[in-house]
């Protein structure tokens, strides 16, 4: 499966940015889905993830309450809601999958920079 993440960008914090991730190539309702991101000098780190049937969502603690995932097999589109953006989610933000039994992700798309100003 091919991903493409967009939607990223400058904003001030306080503000809200959503991302986009389309999927092509396999069935897409078939994946778990993945964000991830990076900060300058920092390891990569999960953000949220959740299962191909929805029965499972969970977010890293330093987002929850303020980021949303969501996806739209019709349009084979995962979404990543972000509100309340601090400058410390400042960072590239990966999609991924994988398949169900894996353990890893396994497929990633090229990411899309969030810059948040204080």
């Known amino acids: 499966v091919q991903l493409q993440a967009s939607g990223g960008g400058l904003v001030q914090a306080g503000g809200s940015l959503r991302l986009s991730c389309a999927a092509s190539?396999?069935?897409?309702?078939?994946?778990?889905m993945g964000w991830f991101r990076q900060a300058p000098g920092k390891e990569r780190e999960i953000v949220a993830d959740?299962?191909?049937?929805?029965?499972?969502?969970s977010y890293a603690d330093s987002v929850k309450g303020r980021f949303t995932v969501s996806r739209d097999n019709a349009k084979n589109t995962v979404y990543l809601r972000m509100n309340t953006l601090k400058p410390e989610d400042t960072a590239v933000y990966y999609c991924?999958?994988?398949?169900?039994?894996?353990?890893?992700?396994?497929?990633w798309g090229l990411g899309t920079l969030v810059t948040v100003s204080s």
């Open positions: 190539g396999r069935t897409f309702s078939n994946y778990d």
């Open positions: 959740f299962t191909y049937n929805g029965g499972r969502t």
């Open positions: 991924t999958a994988r398949l169900p039994w894996r353990t890893t992700y396994d497929y």
